[in-house]
């Protein structure tokens, strides 16, 4: 198979030069100098070098294989997946569904109609990410990109404050006493780097920059953006193609970087009512293609007085539901009402041997 | 096809490259499309070097037909229909995935199609011991799924993690890397990776799946609606090269759309649909579904060897069952019936 | 070859102008030979309008979406072509270009056994070894993959090669003609005619090929819209020289038809046919099932 320079990551211009001189292939390009080039596409010194770079690099001169075309056997991703630590929820309930808690390097979603509690799941993971590793913890970062002003600092403190005397109660050995003296509150606080976004525009643009940061503080396990879908449902009322596509793309920078940099992307989003076939049902937001970008779905819902968390979507759970109730503490397990009977021992019994 | 280069083939030197070029005949289509009589006159070179010259660059750059009888008896003899694993969908593929072809899973979110694309790689690489390569570009992929799968197929930790590592995995999240990985496949230059060398060390790769070819296509398709389109068409090509060349079962997914009347179809618009031979549309059921979540409805919507439009019901818990649920009841029915 | 050949063959034989004996032919003779064996005219009078079957130099275009038959109804054609005399076949030799790599010679193997079974069993002579005469059908068949459209337009200039030494192929199907047509759109940089040039030439070198060896071609060209109208408002977004080549252009299309007595959903396809002869222009509409079989016109 010939490769046409047209499918390398080149700018268009450039491109567009580079084929009126009439190279058309890998082959084309890779017979030539930076000079010759150059001087036959018009190109400047520098954009000849970067065609040859990148011809070269994907032409196997070198042996390829790097960036992120990269490969590795599963066996390389199984031990990868194994040795990054899950974000627990502090519902075991929820966590023994999900296999352990949030996985690092995947995207997972919180949907929900306004009071279930998404914002407050959304604080308290950005808590639990930073529990120290000898308590099971990541001892992470996180960067907090709220887009509805929802972000209150008293609930964070409130939810803090309760993880550091949970860890407190549990500390035993002299490790897990310093670890838990250095773990305050004050430290919690300033372990979140908050960003505030005021429409889509300034949160693509902080998408774009986040990678940079997250080059240089690699302590970052988490990147929280809450919510995902209130920048997206304004402003887009005659222009659905476009909101679609913005939103594709963001879905694969978000991956991307969940992926290179080990964090773990949790978005938050509303919920919309979808008719269909003469009912209306209520569904998470900013349409069906967008369901595709998160790896993992949690569902906040009411059952009765029952706040009801589903996974709906995810690649090694099953979906299953469990009781949850948001307390002064933050997201904990329900214990007040009975068993929901049918569907415990399943969710138990499927993960519990997995996991 | 090329540009006209010196030592391309014996007589073309650097003088008559030049001089061939000054009579406007840069590529080799320039070359052959030209007239020959008139070129060696612009060119003043010799009509006999000239139409040698074509001949051999013909030779290089044509591709050679093949008898449809040879071409019968290497199908015979080097076509695989490689089990999915799962008897529903095997029943409604015609036994599985064909090697040389390319088969498409679309659905919505959660419909199961990571999970599909992870059993068949699963039982590819356990049960019938073949390699595979994984492209994901969704961050889909877990390992850890697969293991869960490959646990009820063997008991053994060792054949699990031999099974592991004929999956290859690459992680390709936007189209450029996409192509990237395809190209370095199916390229026999000298870099690492390709198929070509793959296969001459003896491990022979039977599987390529890529998981979502929609999900790196989408986000061009639209302001950059040209490049997009393009760029697809170049996925599409290169699958079906590397599929037909590789003789590889390729398999790969696809999100769907809406219309305004609610019915469904596979994503990626009228020139994509023909690149799968074989398409199924993968829904959740829309009733029973707290009772049975991990059952799905699959309907074969393009085919050349079943009617189109059956269906299936399978079971996305199949690949992971345990063995007290092995004799799970299984359907197949019609769609009308 | 172990064909058995029923007396028919022979009545044909006479009908062309008889096995050449001599030596020497005319002029008159040596046309006869080259427009007489090989006769693609006869490859389907269900489907083209008649007086205007397409003949030696024709070129035919089967547009449509996906899932329309296109591919099958060029299996259809391959088919006739290939098959011999005694089985409703022309015999001819037919080179296949397979762009989208959509061939698939099962399928194809599948018809032409349907075929062959069929027609044994009308000449009540059960073949003795199947397998054969598909093979020998097969024979007749050559296949070329192309991956871009420059290696189809070097491709086609091997062509003429095999067209000077006779028989060569009569019948050129093409799958599909708008394979390229992206890639071209991208490749071509910013002007049209650049990005048309590679099937403009293949277009010129065909319209040579079709005068100077009496070739047929048959393509088919992807409907680049969901929805295409009807008949005469869809057009092809193909170069101005390719549509100039086309002779006939059937517009293919396929409907959902209710299940009949618990069967499953089937489709029915539908084929309109204009031919732009120099007789004017004909219109033939005709449908067709696809089973096991292939083609089943109803």
Redesign the interface.
Known sequence: ????V????LS?QIK?KV??A????L??VM?VSALELSREAGLSQEEALEVLQVARK????D???A????????????Q???ALTRIVTFSSRLDAAL?GGLPV???TEICGVPGMGKTQLCLQLAVDVQVPPCFGGLGGQVVFIDTEGSFVVQRAVDLATAAVRHCTLLAEEAEQRDAAAAFTVETILSNIFMVRCHDYVELLAEIYLLPDFLSSHPKVRLVVIDSVAFPFRQHFDELR??R??LL??L???L??M??KHDVAVVLSNQMTTRL??GQSQLVPALG??W???P?L?LLLRWAGSQRQATI??S??C??ATVNYQITTDGFRDDDRSEQPPS?RPRTLAGQSA?? | MVLLREGMCPGLDEDFVRRLRDAQVKTVEDLVSSDMEDLAQKCSASYKALIAIRRVLLAQHAAFPVSGADLYDELLSSTAILSTGNPDLDALLDSGVYTGEITELAGGPASGKTQVCLGVAAHVSQHLRQNVIYVDTTGGLSAGRLRQMLRTQTSSDDEQMEALQRITVHRAFDIFSLLDCLYRLGGDGGGGGGLRQASSHGGSVKALIVDSVSAVIAPLLGSRHDEGMYMKSQVAITLKAMAKDFNIAALVTNHVTRSVEGEVQPGLGVSWSHVPRTRVLLERLPDADIDRPTRRCATLIKSSRRPCLIRAELDLQWWSRSERDTSGKRKLDRADS | MLLCQPPIRTTEEEKEGGGNVNMTESGAQLFARLDGRQSVRDIEPRLFPQNAQPGPGAVVELYGTEGTGKTELLYHFLCRAVLPVHAGGLELEVLFVDTDYSLDVLRLVGILDARLLAAAAESSIWPQRPEAHVRACLSRLLVAHCDSSRQLLVTLHTLEARLVSRPGPALVLLDSASAFYWSDRGEGGASVSKQEENLRKCSQLLAALLRDYRISVFASCHANRRRCGHASSSFSHLCRPWQRLVTHRVLCSRQEVAPARGGPRGHVFSAHCTSSSSGGKAYRNCSFRIGDGGLEFV
């Open positions: 198979m010939q490769r046409p047209t499918t390398l990551r268009p567009v084929l009126n009439g190279f058309q292939t082959d084309d017979q994907e032409g196997g001169a042996g390829g294989g960036g992120d075309g990269a490969s590795l056997t599963a066996l390389d991703l199984l990868k997946e194994e296999g390097g995947k995207i193609a476009q679609t596509r594709n793309g879905a694969q920078q991956i991307s969940a992926t269909q076939g069906e293609s369901g595709h970008a790896t779905r709906f979507k690649p090694d099953e979906e569907k997995a996991c």
